[in-house]
């Protein structure tokens, strides 16, 4: 290899490990079952980082940050937490009758500058950032990623108590009851950016069992001025949900760069 | 109108079947085949009865066939099973209920009937009865038969299952 080609390389692989979420790598949460009957029903979930969709097969979710949110909007235990080599799982008991909303949310800072020609990458908390560059940094490049997973599991009837939008980053508010999802009829939901409509983001809907499919069935839906998209579902099955969108870096003010991933069930009629 | 509302909520109330009020005569006579089916490992089959819009939305349940004699209602845990009675009118109701909850049923036919106060207040129109069946480790299987109410003579209509159910009739009488 030429020391040019060499130098080609070692930059891509470098815009590669900046990407906040390389494009083959898919966070998912995947809870056994998402509507319930009963008393008081336990759901299961699974969540990892992995190439194929729902299986298992590279990262497990770390479970630090996870929550589980009651009906009522108070915090529900996460009980038999543990994170194996590929997949984290945990239980979680639907004391209380309504929607359980299962998430993560992260906001990480990142930063890269150089300093006495070398180049420097630097991630923690959005307040820390000022202290963690050298004064003398050049080159000095921030952006701050706000990233939510989620899935939702409902005992009895559905409610939306738990399902309230935080106003931080981007957020999935359902139209459709995320868990009253069947094949026959359309799904709607409404993505915001920090609370407001984000209009014509391009949202990923990709049904799982992948393994057994050439390929697909993967939508591209793109939200309109009211940050509404519309999902009309191939067929039954566990689906995941994707958007994101990336900010320019503004004056002093870092780049601000979105995530949203949701994982639904669509039942068959 | 009042005399009708408050036959209704009596009913409701105490679950049981009372004397017929004017008007409230007519009735409903559903006979739903439970196939013998030879598998490996049978259970009986949770089953759901209710009535419907054309429009597929649920009017009222009738009756719901389940494992009613676990403790602590633990039947209660695959009720969902049944999905499409589930999502339209399974979710939001409180079971056990009288005069609605009930034991699963063996293969074998069999007939139920409704009338007074389980059908009061039911508005003049197309209906269906829709009957649904989930088995443990087996299928699932939904059929609607359609009906008038109220009826102006005795009718009949037929529907058959190809999996989970067998015959089904529903038979109104003014």
Do not use: C
Not at chain 1, 220 to 226: A, V
Not at chain 2, 44 to 52: G, K, N, Q, S
Request: charged share 20%.
């Amino acid at each position: 290899m030429s020391s040019a080609l060499r130098i080609a390389a070692v930059a891509a692989l470098l815009s590669l490990a900046a990407a906040p979420a390389a494009q083959a790598h898919r966070a998912w949460l995947l809870p056994g079952s998402t509507v319930l009957s009963g008393a008081e029903p336990w759901v299961t979930v699974d969540g990892a980082i992995s190439n194929t969709l729902f299986y298992a097969d590279h990262q497990p979710m770390r479970l630090d940050g996870l929550k589980a949110i009651g009906p009522d909007g108070t915090e529900v235990p996460l009980q038999n937490a543990s994170t194996g080599k590929y997949r984290s799982t945990f239980d979680v008991k639907l004391a209380q009758p309504g929607t359980y909303k299962i998430v993560t949310a992260t906001d990480m800072t990142m930063a890269s500058y150089k300093i006495g020609g070398e180049t420097k990458r630097w991630r923690g908390a959005a307040a820390d950032v000022a202290t963690a560059i050298p004064k003398d940094a050049t080159d000095v490049q921030v952006s701050r990623n706000v990233r939510r997973i989620e899935t939702f599991v409902t005992s009895g009837a559905p409610s939306t108590g738990a399902l309230k939008p935080t106003g931080k980053g981007l957020e999935l508010e359902p139209i459709t009851h995320p868990n009253d999802l069947v094949a026959s009829e359309k799904g709607r939901f409404r993505l915001l950016l920090d609370g407001k409509p984000a209009a014509g983001v391009e949202v990923e809907v990709v049904l799982g069992g992948v393994r057994y499919r050439a390929k697909g069935p993967e939508l591209k839906i793109m939200t309109g001025g009211d940050g509404v998209f519309e999902v009309a579902w191939p067929e039954a099955g566990m689906y995941w949900i994707e958007a994101g969108v990336r900010g320019a870096p503004n004056g002093s003010a870092p780049a601000q760069n979105a995530a949203y991933i949701a994982t639904v069930e669509v039942l068959p009629d | 109108m009042r005399i009708l509302k408050f036959s209704g909520l009596a009913l409701a109330a105490s679950g049981a079947a009372a004397s017929p009020t004017v008007g409230q005569a007519a009735d409903l006579t559903v006979s739903v085949e439970i196939p013998k089916l030879n598998v490996a490992e049978y259970h009986r089959p949770y089953v759901a009865l209710w009535i419907e819009k054309p429009d597929q939305t649920a009017v009222r349940t009738l009756a719901v066939w389940y494992d009613t004699k676990l403790k602590a209602n633990e039947g209660a845990t695959w009720l969902k099973d049944m999905r499409t009675w589930w999502r339209r009118a399974g979710r939001s109701l409180n079971l056990p209920a009288d005069g609605v909850s009930g034991p699963t049923k063996a293969p074998g036919r069999h007939v139920v009937s409704f009338s007074g106060g389980q059908l009061a207040g039911l508005a003049p129109g197309d209906y269906a009865l829709s009957v649904e069946a989930a088995r443990e480790v087996g299928g699932r299987e939904v059929l609607r038969v359609p009906f008038s109410w109220p009826p102006r003579g005795a009718k009949t209509a037929t529907a058959t299952g190809s999996t989970e159910l067998g015959a089904v009739s529903v038979t109104v009488k003014p």
